[in-house]
């Protein structure tokens, strides 16, 4: 229903930064939940960050929680994650999806980007 589309994923060293961007194919509704997963190599996707649109509500996972910032611009409809000391364990696919729910289960989720790679290596 909802095309989401991720970018500004590459290769970094350790301690580096990067700021993912998703961008949905329409304005979010109030109620939406956006959130971004990851999926490391041999690992099942996993959550990361959450933001309610309406209110900017979020919710980290702990693995990331201190170095990892998920925002909304809502003129540009555009969800942002912030990852700052990146490791070698960051190193995945990340995924931006959308939903109904507050939630960190990944089936609760409805719509799905394409994933940008995250690389973290020396």
């Known amino acids: 229903q909802v095309q989401l589309v991720e970018s500004g994923g590459g290769s970094v060293q350790p301690g580096d930064s990067l700021t993912l961007s998703c961008k949905p194919s329409?304005?979010?509704?109030?109620?939406?939940?956006y959130a971004w997963f990851r999926q490391g190599p041999g690992k099942e996707r996993e959550f990361v960050a959450l933001?309610?649109?309406?209110?900017?509500?979020?919710l980290y996972a702990d693995s990331v929680k201190g170095r990892f910032t998920i925002s909304r611009d809502n003129p540009k409809n555009t969800v942002y994650l912030q990852m700052n000391s990146l490791n070698t364990e960051d190193t995945a696919v990340y995924y931006c999806?959308?939903?109904?729910?507050?939630?960190?289960?990944?089936?609760?989720?409805?719509?799905w980007g394409q994933g940008t790679q995250v690389t973290v290596a020396s």
């Open positions: 933001i309610r649109w309406h209110g900017g509500s979020r």
């Open positions: 329409q304005r979010p509704y109030s109620s939406s939940v």
């Open positions: 999806a959308v939903g109904s729910q507050y939630s960190t289960d990944r089936r609760t989720y409805d719509d």
